[in-house]
C-alpha cells in the first residue's frame, strides 16, 4: 500500500480511537495479525481480537492532548500527550502496516519531570 493510505490510517485512528472513542473502527483499522507490545512493562498482545477486548475493557480511554507522527513507507513514529484521569503521560509508538492496516505497535510511556537546573544555560523550555 501506499504511504498515503497508510497516513490515512493513521489520521482515521486518531479520530475514531481518540476523538469518538470508536473501538469498532479496529476492525477496519487493525491488520489480522496485529501485535502490540509495551517493552517497559514486558507485555505483548497478539491479535486484533485481543487488542479490540483490551481496549474495551479500558477504565476510561486516555484524552488526547497532543499528537504528531513521522511516516516513511510502512514505518510511522506517533508522539502523543495523554491524560489519564488527570495523569499525562508523553507517548511514543512506532507503527508498522501491511496492506494499509496497522499490523504493528509499540508503545513507549514516560510521565513529564522537571528539566534539572544545571542544563538551563543550554536548554529552552518548550
Known amino acids: 500500500m501506499s504511504e498515503q493510505e497508510n497516513r490515512d490510517t493513521l489520521e482515521r485512528y486518531r479520530q475514531e480511537f481518540f476523538e469518538r472513542q470508536n473501538i469498532d473502527a479496529i476492525d477496519d483499522l487493525m491488520h489480522e495479525d496485529y501485535v502490540e507490545e509495551y517493552p517497559q512493562s514486558g507485555e505483548r498482545i497478539r491479535g486484533k481480537d485481543n487488542a479490540r477486548t483490551m481496549y474495551e475493557s479500558y477504565p476510561s480511554i486516555p484524552n488526547l492532548i497532543d499528537y504528531g507522527y513521522t511516516i516513511s513507507g510502512d514505518l510511522a513514529v506517533i508522539e502523543m500527550v495523554l491524560d489519564y484521569d488527570g ?40
Open 87 to 126: 495523569n499525562r503521560m508523553n507517548v511514543c509508538e512506532i507503527v508498522e502496516f501491511e496492506d494499509g492496516k496497522i499490523k504493528g505497535d509499540r508503545g513507549y510511556f514516560a510521565e513529564p519531570f522537571e528539566a534539572p537546573e544545571w542544563r538551563a544555560q543550554w536548554a529552552e523550555r518548550m
